[in-house]
């Protein structure tokens, strides 16, 4: 069977404006006339995807804290996020059991005047997970896959400039320094995209202080290690590498 949608990726760093550009493409391609008909778009939010707040993994920062590390794709329900994307792609449609947050929390303006919307038609830079990666199923389920890159520079302001973020479930258990929390643990098999969304209520987290020199930045940069490249005598800003279209 045909697919019934075409499902565009966005990555990028936090902060580097994904949000920004998925709601400025939806407001320029939604309506837009084919040969055939007309588009229809809808945006999928990964932070939809996230683990209830007592799920979500710690880390150690270089001070010794005990923190929630958002940052790590052990907080997110890989397989939900996979098999929602394949359910777009099948039926055109957001699954049910989906619900977004995502618009409640702080929206950022394009600074793009009105009158400049209809004439903006592509802007795209594409790129590609390289080989086996723990993001690898839910790669295979985009068509098109854009990289943002952003400055670390950039990412600090944005984020810290953030109120915080609207997340789920029960808050956290304190814990002791050693403890350790592996966080949430992924659902075995199929998921009924049919059912209606079950999860927790909703909470709000805060970045605590630090938070983007001690996780963010450094989770970005391991994570991507094969997208980038340190500049000389800065150790923890990259710049882009390489892009390849897959």
């Excluded at 799920?55 to 890989?78: C, E, F, H, N, V």
């Excluded at 950022?108 to 400049?116: N, Q, R, Y």
């Excluded at 079950?198 to 630090?210: A, I, L, S, T």
Aim: hydrophobic share 35%; with cysteine; net charge negative.
């Amino acid at each position: 069977m045909a697919d019934k949608a075409v499902i565009i990726g966005i990555s990028g760093p936090s902060s580097s404006g994904k949000t920004t550009l998925a709601r400025l493409l939806q407001r320029i391609f939604n309506g837009a006339k084919t040969p055939h008909s007309h588009l229809n778009t809808f945006i999928i939010h990964e932070d939809d995807f996230y683990f209830p707040d007592d799920k979500i993994p710690y880390t150690t920062t270089t001070s010794g804290d005990r923190i929630q590390d958002w940052d790590t794709a052990a907080a997110i329900d890989l397989p939900f996020l996979s098999q929602a994307l394949r359910y777009v792609r099948k039926n055109g449609t957001l699954p049910p059991r989906l619900r977004s947050k995502e618009d409640q929390n702080d929206q950022s303006d394009s600074g793009i005047p009105e009158s400049t919307y209809c004439v903006l038609g592509r802007v795209f830079t594409l790129c590609a997970a390289a080989g086996d990666h723990v993001l690898r199923e839910v790669h295979d389920a985009i068509q098109l896959h854009v990289f943002l890159p952003a400055a670390y520079r950039l990412v600090k302001e944005r984020r810290e400039g953030r109120s915080g973020y609207v997340t789920v479930g029960s808050a956290p258990a304190p814990v002791d320094q050693g403890d350790e929390v592996e966080g949430g643990k992924e659902e075995v098999g199929e998921i009924d995209m049919e059912a209606e969304d079950d999860r927790p209520p909703q909470n709000f987290w805060v970045d605590p202080p630090g938070y983007v020199d001690d996780v963010v930045w450094p989770r970005y940069v391991r994570d991507h290690s094969w997208l980038l490249i340190a500049d000389e005598g800065v150790e923890t800003r990259s710049r882009l590498r390489m892009m390849q279209i897959w």
